[in-house]
């Protein structure tokens, strides 16, 4: 097996140290406590039986949900982003031996699938639309890919390529179909660049380009009454397609998996969040390897108005429950769904965004995904999640240990523990700071081995401090200028740039670089954000923002109902605490408040008649919330 | 048959005739139009066939919901008002038919029931939590009861004494229990005044004392497995009673009804909205019989939690769709349920406080609600009903024809037919004018017959005339100043009084009258409401409210999306259109909207760099939204 590079060299995770003192902790209670609780709970669920059950020839008795194997490979993979970063030989064997338990699984033709082997064998590509058939292969093939790059062995990666080869004699051929929950294309991209194999890109272009081709979808196959739903072994109920897939007069409507019209042509993000994040990072991913124009198009333009209508200024998306998806355009509730996952995604598609197009403003979003509509999902001490993410809460949401449809907490686990493919990337020999974590990185630019060393003060103060050394090698380099900072200050060895630095976008820095320091200051001000006055729920209403995190006002540290906080200050103090959430700093400033006098046993009054008075606010990282007492939260103040 | 009078001498329904601007063509579509096509409806439904198949002996063949027998009788006892009135040969006709049919499907031991005849037999009185079976008994005793006093005749009253005879046989004696939806009790109440015959008082003091007095509720008998639902013939569903009488942890729990503890003891009105209106109001009908401290004040006590923290400033009640009902105090959230007949059981039980109390409060309520939360939910055209009734819509709420649970529309012809009866009433040889609506009254106070000729042109402006003739009698009038008025005038025969006019509650006028005429100016200056600090959902908003009427702004009238309009004018210009909404008042003003300029592709910005502007707005009377075009409706403004 010789590995591909892919569109030209990049950065590895195993060549990116972190040691960050706002993400490690995070990421070493990934390993630690998610990680390994997650390994447990494959044991637990019945996950790992399912596959032992069908190595032994046996059938029936599956456990869990019907796409229950994905849990597995999602953990493999997740562990696979910690073994390319260190060595951890409990954890490979543990991984090891559950790769052996799905190798065993895998039946003669390639097929590798645990609720179809034991309870449905005959009903093999039937239902496209509900069974995550090849949601699962997708997974398998993810993690076969992350399991061979930390790793080098092959066997996962024999594995998935054998399935990868049966799925690709089957569909185009015998079976004209796309998966009802996106995730294989993508993975496909991933299996293409790891072997080199062109088959399984234009596998991955086949299931985009059929995806809404045909009014009926074109994965119906010819066993229509599998859009049925039903109720299955151990109580999983499996969805009728219906009610997700059929407007209410009964016609036919693919929009819930982006299915409702050729991606080409799709104007707005649409359906299911999560689905539609992994077919963006698809398509993104093969305009990388095709560079089609038209693709390209489709996806900025999907881009544009999912940036610009249709997401939280905590980078959530998706607020409408019943679909867990996208709605209309400006309609951000603050009673948000925003799933994790979708977050999650989001990251995904915007790294791919990044390396097809070299922009900064795709950086931008994923810092603020990660620090926001990401991190929220995830409790402090890395045991409890969110699966979804409001704006806004009256004290009854909280978070949970773990899930029925537990896609969040190993889908927080994978991006944690990737966490270093995001800060350095290299594009067309240029080496890009997308992200400020502290860290260094090894790698090869052109000819010169280039050597960052990068001690980051974010998010709670301004500033950067970056060591560069190249052995005297001219290598360019990119700095994100964060688009949330009014002013930055930029000096090399001490001194200040000539050049200005742009207000956003990449400050461009070439010299021969040896043992140099580069240290950035951006401004951490206080901003008070107003949304489009087309978003009725932000109407009248101001989010604070500091450097890259969005703030919020909770209960616990404020006396008033949350909603009676009016007018906050401009002028605000902040303050670090290192004994509050696990350190973090806090804002404080006035607001104004309704003075309650004459209220007693009146419900509607006169406005004349009520008084307002300034009161003190704190506001604390969105993140952070639902970490103390239980009680209301909201991130739209009264402006 | 000799008639009790109840509590002293009353203003019947044939003393009033009502010749309003305002009001006369809505009785006279609720006549020609609803009441008509009700008499339709239980023919098209299968309502009367049901009475037919009993009459006959058959069984099974059920048709409509399992308290559809309540249809016909709701039909009887708005049609009795309408002949109260004026003489109708036709509809006379058409009532004593279904009364006939009613009459021949009562069994030889009293029981009337189409649903337990027909469908379960053996199983009469087993399901009281969720059959309604007193429920209809309930309707059948106030429609016999509207139809004695309309007619003299007394077939359906003696069927009515015959059912109500076997009811308090049963209950109380075999068994022990109340009903899951009240109704019966304040039925009860009338058939004691109209009859003399104390049982019946009796019998509804016993459903009222025993009601929440056992923690499994007085009424689960000795078939508890009838707590479960199921589908019955012709698909009615009957809903699982544990879905709504158990608490998440499956203990039971009667607050859906009213049942979680004795009435007395209720701090909070809980549960089903109209349920508690009808529980409310039967219990103030026995304080007025009884003078019981104890209940009075506990009456006063919930009427004061529902209006001082759980009422909409429409007059609407009951916020969640879930339960049709009450929440917490001060959960008003604009997304409204607000059944309309839970505003008209509202009006029941308050025009009953008013009897109990003699104060103009509960009076003024029953106006606030007549003109707002009850008559938003009959269209213009008086054949569209609204089941809920939001206090804010995006566009997507929309009267109906008719409902499979046809409660609203019955209920609303009910009150229409019997707004006679809250214009005048007499207490304590006084006679009080509780609302203003054109009228005619002619009845005896003590020794004197006195007539009172009133114009009013409420809502749309505040001169009222009543023209006062009791051949010289000595007869004091009680006049309501509107709590909503500012300052009003008063003069008789064109002088001013020498008394001060009250602020609000009742003017005493008493004199010699003959051919006087006393005129009322009341004002009807539009003011801006506000709401409870703790109203989350009104915080930084105002509602317009000109006299008896709140006004809303929609979309059709208004050029932006109604939540960009800020900071709404105090000075305003209102003028009448005899064009618009079947002539109504609007309310011009100006208000803040901001300036859509540099808000290209961006979603959110920096707060201060978006200007505001100043525009016009339009606002109409709440009542009369969506009958034109369909569009978005805000009643509470942002300020």
């Known amino acids: 097996m010789s590995s591909h590079g892919g569109p ?28 390994e609780y997650q390994y447990e709970q494959l044991e637990e669920s019945g996950t790992l039986e399912n596959f032992r059950r069908v190595a032994a020839g046996e059938s029936g008795g599956f456990q869990g949900m ?19 970063q260190r060595d951890d030989p409990e954890l490979e064997e543990n991984v090891d031996a559950v790769i052996s338990l799905i190798a065993d699984a895998q039946g003669a033709d390639g097929y590798v699938n645990t609720y179809f082997s034991l309870v449905e064998p005959e009903n093999r590509w039937t239902n496209l639309h509900m069974m995550h058939e090849l949601y699962c292969a997708g997974h398998l093939i993810e993690s076969a890919v992350a399991h061979y790059r930390a790793t080098g062995k ?39 660049r790891v072997t080199g194999t062109t088959r399984y890109l234009d596998l991955a272009k086949y299931f985009i380009d059929l995806r809404g081709t045909d009014d009926r979808l074109a994965w119906e196959i010819d066993n229509p009454e599998t859009l049925g739903g039903g109720e299955y072994e151990d109580g999983a109920i499996i969805p009728d397609a219906r009610s997700v897939f059929t407007h209410e007069d009964g016609t036919y409507d693919g929009r819930y998996a982006q299915a409702h019209e050729p991606l080409r042509d799709q104007e707005t993000v649409d359906g299911h969040s999560v689905r539609a994040m992994y077919l963006f990072a698809a398509a993104t991913d093969l305009a990388i390897e095709t560079s089609e124009s038209e693709l390209i198009e489709a996806i900025e333009r999907l881009w544009t108005n999912m940036t610009t209508k249709r997401m939280y200024v905590t980078g959530g998306i998706g607020p409408e429950e019943a679909h867990e998806g996208f709605t209309t355009n400006y309609d951000l509730r603050n009673d948000a769904y925003a799933e994790t996952c979708a977050a999650i995604g989001s990251v995904y598609w915007n790294q791919r965004l990044f390396e097809l197009t070299g922009e900064a403003k795709y950086a931008d979003l994923i810092e603020r995904t990660l620090y926001n509509g990401f991190l929220a999902g995830v409790s402090l001490d890395g045991t409890e999640f969110f699966y979804e993410n409001p704006l806004e809460s009256d004290g009854d949401h909280h978070r949970k240990g773990w899930f029925t449809c537990a896609c969040c907490p190993p889908n927080a686990a994978r991006l944690l523990a990737s966490l270093g493919e995001y800060i350095y990337s290299q594009r067309e020999s240029e080496l890009y700071v997308n992200q400020y974590v ?42 994100r200028i964060p688009e949330w ?31 140099d320091r580069i240290e950035l200051t951006v401004d951490q001000t206080v901003t008070q954000l107003e949304a489009h006055p087309d978003v009725a729920a932000d109407a009248g209403r101001v989010a604070l923002k500091r450097g890259p995190l969005v703030y919020c006002l909770e209960a616990v540290d404020n006396d008033r109902p949350l909603h009676q906080y009016e007018d906050p200050s401009s002028a605000v103090s902040t303050e670090y605490r290192p004994d509050l959430l696990e350190g973090a700093t806090v804002i404080e400033g006035e607001a104004s408040v309704p003075d309650r006098e004459g209220w007693d046993d009146e419900l509607y009054r006169p406005a004349s008649e009520t008084a307002r008075e300034r009161t003190e606010f704190t506001a604390v990282p969105y993140y952070a919330w639902d970490n103390r007492d239980p009680g209301s939260m909201r991130v739209w103040i009264r402006s």
Chains 1, 2 share one sequence.
């Open 8 to 35: 030209g060299d990049t950065v590895t995770l195993a060549d990116v140290e972190v040691d960050d003192e706002f993400w490690s902790p995070r990421r070493e209670r990934n390993r630690k406590v998610t990680i």
């Open 66 to 84: 019907w796409f229950q194997d994905s849990d597995a490979y999602k953990w493999i993979e997740a562990a696979s982003y910690v073994l390319a």
């Open 154 to 192: 092959e066997t996962l990666l024999d594995v998935a390529i054998d399935f990868a080869d049966l799925v690709d004699d089957v569909f185009g051929d015998e079976i004209q179909g796309v998966p009802g929950h996106e995730e294989i294309e993508l993975a496909l991209v991933k299996l293409y």
């Open 438 to 479: 502290s860290s260094t990185v090894t790698t090869t630019v052109g000819d010169a081995t280039v050597k960052l060393s990068q001690d980051s003060s974010l998010p709670w103060s301004g500033g950067v401090a970056i060591d560069v050394d190249a052995d005297g090698a001219s290598v360019p380099l990119r700095l």
């Open 485 to 515: 900072t009014e002013s930055t200050t930029v000096t090399v060895n001490g001194e200040p740039l000539e050049a200005s630095v742009p207000s956003e976008g990449y400050l461009e820095l070439e010299r021969e670089w040896t043992d």
